[in-house]
């Protein structure tokens, strides 16, 4: 499964409307989520492409996997903090999100998939 595109019209209405909350962005999902944070001209993001298909392959409909381009969508990156990419947020149903900054190989995400969303 490939990482969806979000706008960020299409990024508060799925995944967060931080607008109308302040600082408190809850998930607005069904199924815990991913949020990566890219650029097209980011060679670490295009490494990182590959990975987040075989973990969205691996976890099918159980896990919502999105992308954020930060040239594009600016307005939520800067409300998020978006300094490095990339950058994944987690996003579990109920609970906190957490973020994690740079690349990670393919088992690495899964182990964090299953120990912060998949609980």
Not at 35 to 58: I, K, N, S, T
Not at 80 to 98: D, L, N
Request: aromatic fraction near 10%; hydrophobic fraction near 40%.
């Amino acid at each position: 499964m490939r990482p969806e595109k979000l706008t960020t019209a299409q990024f508060e209405q799925r995944v967060a409307d931080y607008k109308d909350r302040a600082k408190q962005w809850d998930y607005l999902g069904e199924t815990p989520a991913l949020v990566v944070f890219y650029a097209d001209w980011c060679p670490h993001c295009r490494v990182y492409a590959p990975v987040l298909e075989e973990v969205g392959e691996a976890y099918g409909d159980r896990l919502g996997i999105f992308k954020v381009n930060i040239d594009e969508e600016r307005r939520v990156a800067a409300m998020y903090g978006i300094r490095t990419i990339p950058t994944t947020c987690f996003f579990p149903v109920g609970q906190e999100r957490q973020v994690r900054v740079g690349e990670m190989p393919a088992d690495a995400l899964s182990a964090l998939v299953e120990e912060i969303l998949m609980k």
